[in-house]
């Protein structure tokens, strides 16, 4: 069955510090991927997306993430965390007939 | 900008009532989904819909109805609402995605609702 794994729940990282959250995938075909982010009290905004093509994607607030078939991974990284940054991250998987599937998501608080 | 509206922020609702959360996006999506939001456990999928009066089960199904008579609005029902439904929920709607079909429709995303968090007491 198609499946995300996110293996950190938490998260801490100073600001300014670089952060990478993890995000693993189990799915048969080429996957569409996603990262969004939620804000307290907020619906969920999508960061970047994974169709095809360059493995690196480019998304907004100045976050990236790299698509490694290989390790099944879709990892999300940022060089330079802000206070604002703090929020939870979840990745998502298009997984069979038009439905999308998500990870658990995990916490990023972020220190002075 | 796409909008996706959810009726109502906060509900509060006893246990037993018929509960109906309503949804409406703005920007002609064939796909709509509704999801429960529980700390842990992530975002679960409880139905969607990719055409009108069309409807897939998702992973926690149980306890839970939709329906959706127009292209735009796609609803959420307890049918008898449980203390264990107590939760957020929040509403999704995305193009037709997938490798075939018009350039459109194969590079989206889902834009989601600010989410109904719901209380059953």
């Known amino acids: 069955a198609q499946s995300v794994t996110q293996p950190d729940i938490h998260i801490t990282v100073s600001e300014g510090a670089s952060l990478e959250l993890r995000c693993n995938y189990s799915?048969?075909?080429?996957?569409?991927l996603f990262w969004y982010v939620q804000s307290p009290g907020q619906g969920l905004q999508l960061l970047l997306k994974y169709f095809s093509g360059d493995t690196l994607v480019q998304g907004i607030k100045g976050f990236e993430a790299e698509f490694k078939r290989s390790q099944s991974s879709f990892n999300l990284r940022k060089p330079s965390v802000h206070w604002s940054d703090a929020a939870e991250y979840f990745c998502a998987l298009k997984s069979g007939f038009q439905k999308l599937v998500f990870g658990t998501g995990t916490r990023l608080l972020v220190s002075p | 900008d796409v909008k996706v509206t959810q009726s109502s922020r906060y509900l509060v609702k006893r246990t037993g009532e018929k509960v109906f959360l309503e949804c409406v996006q703005d920007?002609?999506?064939?796909?709509m989904f509704w999801y429960r939001q529980d700390p842990g456990l992530g975002l679960r999928l409880i139905y969607f819909?990719?055409?009108?009066?069309?409807?897939e089960k998702g992973d926690i199904p149980e306890g839970y109805s939709v329906s959706r008579e127009k292209k735009e609005r796609f609803s959420l029902i307890l049918e008898s609402a449980s203390t264990n439904q107590t939760s957020m929920y929040l509403c999704a709607s995305s193009s037709w995605w997938g490798p075939t079909g018009p350039e459109r429709m194969k590079n989206t995303e889902a834009f989601f609702g600010q989410g109904t968090r719901l209380t059953v007491v």
């Open positions: 799915y048969g075909a080429t996957p569409y």
């Open positions: 819909s990719y055409d009108v009066k069309m409807k």
């Open positions: 920007m002609d999506h064939e796909n």
